[in-house]
């Protein structure tokens, strides 16, 4: 029971998809990161499933890569693009670790953090739209699992930057143990996956989503003193496109 507890935990608050609800309590929320990775595979499906019926309907890839990158909002509700948004307009303060730290917690949106949204937006459409084979599908898929597996790996390893807000709720109450083990088999499992679709892929992906992990390491700490809900969420997405800008790379020099 603690585990299904756990698991809708997970999907109550890194997602819109319909789940029961349970208490919010520390208990519930135990082993919710090594979950966490769920609502990726959620999403990774409804991916394969958007390009197979964009196919079957022989729609444009225009219309395949402005869905693809609509899909992840739809599902997770902005979360880690709220983020995302927060980490850019702090980011371009050029102010101290607290006062950047002040600027996430505000609620409003700046003028930079509208710019960068944008420009993601462009560049994941465009980068979907170059997505034609299989294995280039799959492997975009589990990104969405990687990351996240890697975000839960790094909620429990890596140093916050402050004792309260959303990703406290999560990795104070977590198993740290179990939670490293659960996040290094799924991330592991996911790579080996994209391997088997396709070597040069799978492997780009995987060192992709890595290089990602040690340079969100090295920029919260440098700029943030650590890591943060926020943090997390930009994370989250840089991961994403990195590991879709690897599809992409290996699809055009493979095929």
Known sequence: ??????????????????????????????????????????????????????????????????????????VTGGIHLDGFCDVSDARASCAGKAEKLKIMSDSHIGAFAVINLCIYFLLQTGLFSELYGTSAIYAAALGFIMSRSLSAFAAVTFKSAKSTGALQNFSKPADKIVTITVSAVIFGATVTASVLTEPFCGILSGVAALIV????????????????????????QICELAVLAAAVISEVMFT
């Open 1 to 74: 029971m603690l585990l299904i507890k756990s698991m809708l935990s997970a999907f109550l608050m890194y997602s819109r998809i319909p789940v029961p609800q349970i208490e919010w309590k520390e208990e519930n929320r135990k082993y919710s990161l090594c979950f966490f990775p769920l609502v990726g595979a959620v999403i990774g499906g409804l991916l394969i499933l958007l390009n197979y019926i964009c196919s079957l309907l022989e729609a444009g890839r225009f219309l395949f890569s402005v869905s693809a990158t609509a899909l992840p909002v739809l």
């Open 213 to 236: 992990l040690l340079y969100y390491r090295c920029f919260s700490y440098r700029c943030f003193g650590g890591i943060t809900g926020d943090l997390a969420g930009w994370f989250l």
